[in-house]
């Protein structure tokens, strides 16, 4: 079975674009959520999607967003990229169905703003 | 709102040695605990996790961890370390609401 896949690994943007990443889940997988990891802030939740509805919200600005599509993939975009924005995204996948299901993770994608 | 302690942020151990990683969290129900572990440049793999039931959980590469509700601690630990486990060791609560809140993590670095 194919774990949870992001794309791009890694990408260069510049101050004031803007960026879209992508996420597969785990075939059968219906909740996919996203992370940002910093070294100065750590892993810090930013949104959980499940059939095409976001549940949960992180407390980051308004310039992230995400969605989910009826397959499960999701994307997450960042406008008006901010140099502190330079980050790992990672997404995660989970049956979420019942409560407390185990959250699977995938290799992130390397975000750098210049 | 729960949250996660790891009072270690870096712990050097010898190949063959023993580890024993802290943990400790705050939440007023039952959490939903996590280990994951993290190599250079990669994302989080799953070590093991505990929902419920038997307080000592057993996970992958011979790790194990102990979930102590009156000390509001979930160690992690493992027999005897390989260089391998060498990597970023983070402790991770929820609350069943695919939401985890994770500690600052635990280098360990494995020395010959």
């Known amino acids: 079975k194919a774990g949870v896949t992001q794309t791009p690994r890694y990408l260069i943007k510049t101050r004031g674009q803007q960026v879209t990443l992508s996420c597969s889940p785990i075939?059968?997988?219906?909740?996919v959520s996203w992370y940002q990891q910093t070294p100065g802030q750590g892993l810090q939740f930013l949104f959980e999607y499940f059939s095409e509805t976001q549940r949960n919200k992180g407390n980051f600005p308004g310039r992230f967003s995400g969605r989910q599509f009826s397959n499960s993939r999701s994307e997450m975009n960042v406008s008006t990229l901010e140099l502190g924005d330079s980050a790992l995204y990672l997404c995660?996948?989970?049956?979420?169905?019942?409560?407390?299901?185990?959250?699977?993770f995938g290799e992130g994608s390397w975000l750098t703003v210049v | 709102a729960q949250s996660v302690t790891q009072p270690d942020i870096h712990i050097t151990v010898s190949e063959g040695a023993s580890l024993e990683l802290r943990c400790n969290y705050s939440y007023g129900a039952t959490p939903y605990l996590f280990w994951y572990v993290q190599s250079p440049g990669q994302g989080l793999q799953l070590l093991l996790k505990?929902?419920?039931?038997?307080?000592l959980v057993q996970g992958i590469k011979g790790f194990e961890a102990e979930f102590k509700r009156s000390q509001s601690s979930f160690n992690l630990r493992k027999p005897s370390v390989h260089w391998s486990d060498a990597a970023e060791y983070f402790c991770a609560v929820g609350a069943g609401d695919y939401k985890l809140s994770f500690g600052a993590g635990t280098t360990v670095t494995v020395r010959a």
């Open positions: 505990y929902f419920s039931g038997d307080t």
């Open positions: 075939s059968g997988h219906r909740s």
């Open positions: 995660a996948s989970s049956p979420g169905t019942d409560s407390g299901n185990t959250i699977y």
